[in-house]
């Protein structure tokens, strides 16, 4: 068949998880994740023996499996006198391919090599199941560490994918106002900011002369630096003469003259481009 509406009525079953798989793998990503959903997989150490995984969502190459509230306990072997070692949590994809091609996933324990050096994780299987290509695919989870007879703290080994509404929101650009200051005209000042990467554009004047240390405008809450940020600027006097200056963004939301090179003259209008991140 050389098209097929996957998620239309067909009258026979036609929907499979290949067809699943390949719509997560394309708007999550070909990678696997734990989603932000329930208790993210947590793994703690219940007693010396056993490790539990908490409820949590998986995605294995656009596979959509999950552990449910009960959470799933499994077995740590007892550690080496003298020896480290380390241990792999994994998410075990299988397809039984002499039985219908019928799908599963568990749980398992990797034991390491214990070793008197620096111990190594364990060999896991990987495999391109969206492809169609393995019967056999190990999603590493979390390393359990062992010194001695010590188990040490699980170190998480997989990345949590962020939802699609916190990306949009961290990439969407906001814009907020420049509020000049007393005396004080905005002629084409800008501010906005995308995640937390703020752009000001300030083009401001004035009809009185100005000293460093003057404030020209202010910014919102939610647009302020944490310290005092300096910025090149060029400053003009009334018959637009140019000068070197610089402007200072404030923790407190103030735009202020920081310096300018008058050399004699009196500066009227300053123009600059800040970038920074908050």
């Not at 068949?1 to 990503?29: F, N, P, Q, R």
């Given at each position: 068949?050389?098209?097929?509406?996957?998620?239309?009525?067909?009258?026979?079953?036609?929907?499979?998880?290949?067809?699943?798989?390949?719509?997560?793998?394309?708007?999550?990503?070909?990678?696997?994740?734990?989603?932000?959903?329930?208790?993210?997989?947590?793994?703690?150490?219940?007693?010396?023996?056993?490790?539990?995984?908490?409820?949590?969502?998986?995605?294995?190459?656009?596979?959509?499996?999950?552990?449910?509230?009960?959470?799933?306990?499994l077995t740590i072997q007892n550690g080496t006198q003298g020896q480290k070692r380390n241990d792999l949590i994994v998410a075990r994809y299988e397809c039984d391919a002499k039985n219908g091609n019928v799908e599963s996933v568990a749980l398992k324990v990797i034991k390491g090599t214990p070793t008197t050096g620096t111990p190594?994780?364990?060999?896991?299987?990987?495999?391109?199941?969206?492809?169609?290509?393995?019967?056999?695919n190990e999603q590493p989870l979390w390393r359990i560490?062992?010194?001695?007879?010590?188990?040490?703290?699980?170190?998480?080994?997989?990345?949590?994918?962020?939802?699609?509404?916190?990306?949009?929101?961290?990439?969407?650009?906001?814009?907020?106002?420049?509020?000049?200051?007393?005396?004080?005209?905005?002629?084409?000042s800008s501010l906005s900011k995308a995640g937390g990467d703020v752009e000001l554009v300030v083009n401001i004047a004035t009809t009185a002369g100005v000293a460093a240390g003057d404030t020209m405008a202010t910014i919102p809450a939610g647009f302020?630096?944490?310290?005092?940020?300096?910025?090149?600027?060029?400053?003009?006097?009334?018959?637009?003469?140019?000068?070197?200056?610089?402007?200072a963004v404030m923790p407190d939301g103030r735009v202020a003259v920081k310096d300018y090179l008058s050399g004699g003259r009196v500066a009227y209008q300053f123009k600059a481009v800040c970038r920074y991140r908050i």
């Open positions: 068949m050389a098209i097929e509406l996957v998620t239309g009525k067909k009258g026979t079953v036609h929907v499979d998880s290949a067809d699943d798989a390949a719509l997560y793998a394309a708007i999550a990503g070909k990678g696997e994740f734990v989603l932000q959903l329930d208790g993210q997989l947590a793994c703690t150490m219940t007693t010396a023996n056993k490790a539990h995984v908490a409820s949590g969502h998986g995605l294995m190459q656009g596979r959509h499996w999950l552990v449910d509230a009960e959470g799933v306990d190594a994780d364990p060999a896991h299987t990987h495999g391109d199941i969206l492809e169609g290509n393995a019967l056999v560490p062992l010194n001695g007879i010590t188990v040490g703290s699980p170190v998480r080994l997989f990345e949590v994918l962020t939802p699609a509404k916190e990306a949009w929101d961290s990439v969407s650009r906001v814009s907020g106002v420049v509020a000049p200051a007393s005396s004080w005209k905005d002629l084409g302020r630096p944490k310290n005092e940020l300096d910025f090149a600027a060029a400053a003009f006097t009334t018959d637009s003469y140019p000068m070197s200056a610089w402007v």
